[in-house]
């Protein structure tokens, strides 16, 4: 596994396991298999509902506790302070541990500067390992380091070889923040998987497209946490350390960047409305 250093000097590994849309049911045994594999970071959220299993699988493992990177999610309806506290210490309890390696403002909606303070408050009594912030775009994240203690380490966006975020990557570079790619291959969308120009390449360094896909975003010192529920699938998607590609197939690749989103725009205010409408009627399992 290959490892990135957080501007707090923790360690990251560049390649993880997501838990989004892998139900309670399957979670269990996703995560000890991607565990057995050799994945070494899992992303869950408050809001994925399986932090109780994800913590289940890690128990299960055999993997020690400290090999482990474990990032979660603060969901909008627990922003704010007050409400934000104590939805770390419900994760912690949901994932049978009594530190989380990452934690993340899911959403940049709500009163996440609140949110954000309770993070700093949790990381300083050593309950959280590293925090950061998820789909915030450049107007907000600059917006927030300017006014944050504990700079944030990551922020987990949109990125793919469609959506490339080459704008908001400078401007985390810029404030040391760690790029990290939710949706790698866009969850499927826009026929990823049977993309022409993916599987050129992917022919030539005898890989799959997805291969492909992820070792285009890793060479950008992107972190990539790609979903499977299928176990050859899972090792497929680890198997990327062994080849490169070349400067030129890069550029191709740099081509297909259309700089708009697979799935919406968190700018849209009907979005905003659904998100708060979703905030409203999902009940967590404490
Ligand atoms: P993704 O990883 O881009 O795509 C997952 C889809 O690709 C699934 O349908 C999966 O099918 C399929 N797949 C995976 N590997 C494959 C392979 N080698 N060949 C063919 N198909 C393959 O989508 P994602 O789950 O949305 O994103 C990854 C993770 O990012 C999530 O699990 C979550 O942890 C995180 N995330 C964060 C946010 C956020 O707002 N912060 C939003 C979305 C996701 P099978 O499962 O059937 O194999």
Same mark, same amino acid.
């Given at each position: 596994m290959k490892y990135i250093t957080l501007n707090n000097g923790v360690k990251m590994p560049k390649l993880g396991y997501g838990v989004y849309q892998v139900t309670p049911e399957e979670c269990v045994r996703c995560v000890e298999d991607a565990l057995r594999v050799g994945y070494r970071l899992i992303d869950t959220a408050?809001? *994925?509902?399986n932090e109780y299993e994800v913590g289940k699988a890690i128990q299960q493992s055999?993997?020690?506790?400290?090999?482990i990177f474990l990032t979660t999610k603060i969901w909008m309806a627990n922003s704010g302070y007050e409400k934000a506290c104590q939805s770390i210490d419900d994760s912690l309890r949901r994932l049978q541990t009594? *530190?989380?390696d990452l934690m993340l403002i899911h959403q940049p909606f709500g009163d996440y500067y609140g949110t954000y303070r309770a993070m700093e408050d949790a990381y300083k009594a050593g309950k959280l390992r590293a925090i950061g912030v998820s789909n915030f775009f450049g107007d907000r994240l600059v917006d927030l380091c300017h006014t944050v203690e504990v700079m944030p380490a990551v922020d987990q966006v949109e990125t793919h070889i469609f959506h490339q975020q080459q704008q908001l990557s400078t401007i985390m570079k810029r404030y040391g923040v760690v790029h990290e790619a939710w949706g790698p291959f866009a969850e499927g969308r826009k026929n990823f998987f049977i993309n022409p120009a993916l599987q050129k390449i992917a022919t030539v360094h005898h890989k799959t497209t997805a291969q492909i896909a992820l070792r285009f975003l890793l060479q950008k010192d992107i972190v990539v946490i790609p979903k499977s529920v299928h176990c050859e699938r899972m090792i497929q998607n680890l198997d990327v350390f062994d080849f490169s590609l070349t400067a030129e197939e890069m550029q191709r690749l740099k081509r297909f960047d259309s700089d708009d989103s697979a799935f919406f725009s968190h700018y849209d205010p009907d979005m905003v409305e659904s998100f708060y409408r979703l905030s409203e009627v999902r009940n967590l399992r404490i």
């Amino acid at each position: 596994m290959k490892y990135i250093t957080l501007n707090n000097g923790v360690k990251m590994p560049k390649l993880g396991y997501g838990v989004y849309q892998v139900t309670p049911e399957e979670c269990v045994r996703c995560v000890e298999d991607a565990l057995r594999v050799g994945y070494r970071l899992i992303d869950t959220a408050q809001s *994925y509902d399986n932090e109780y299993e994800v913590g289940k699988a890690i128990q299960q493992s055999g993997v020690p506790r400290q090999h482990i990177f474990l990032t979660t999610k603060i969901w909008m309806a627990n922003s704010g302070y007050e409400k934000a506290c104590q939805s770390i210490d419900d994760s912690l309890r949901r994932l049978q541990t009594d *530190y989380i390696d990452l934690m993340l403002i899911h959403q940049p909606f709500g009163d996440y500067y609140g949110t954000y303070r309770a993070m700093e408050d949790a990381y300083k009594a050593g309950k959280l390992r590293a925090i950061g912030v998820s789909n915030f775009f450049g107007d907000r994240l600059v917006d927030l380091c300017h006014t944050v203690e504990v700079m944030p380490a990551v922020d987990q966006v949109e990125t793919h070889i469609f959506h490339q975020q080459q704008q908001l990557s400078t401007i985390m570079k810029r404030y040391g923040v760690v790029h990290e790619a939710w949706g790698p291959f866009a969850e499927g969308r826009k026929n990823f998987f049977i993309n022409p120009a993916l599987q050129k390449i992917a022919t030539v360094h005898h890989k799959t497209t997805a291969q492909i896909a992820l070792r285009f975003l890793l060479q950008k010192d992107i972190v990539v946490i790609p979903k499977s529920v299928h176990c050859e699938r899972m090792i497929q998607n680890l198997d990327v350390f062994d080849f490169s590609l070349t400067a030129e197939e890069m550029q191709r690749l740099k081509r297909f960047d259309s700089d708009d989103s697979a799935f919406f725009s968190h700018y849209d205010p009907d979005m905003v409305e659904s998100f708060y409408r979703l905030s409203e009627v999902r009940n967590l399992r404490i």
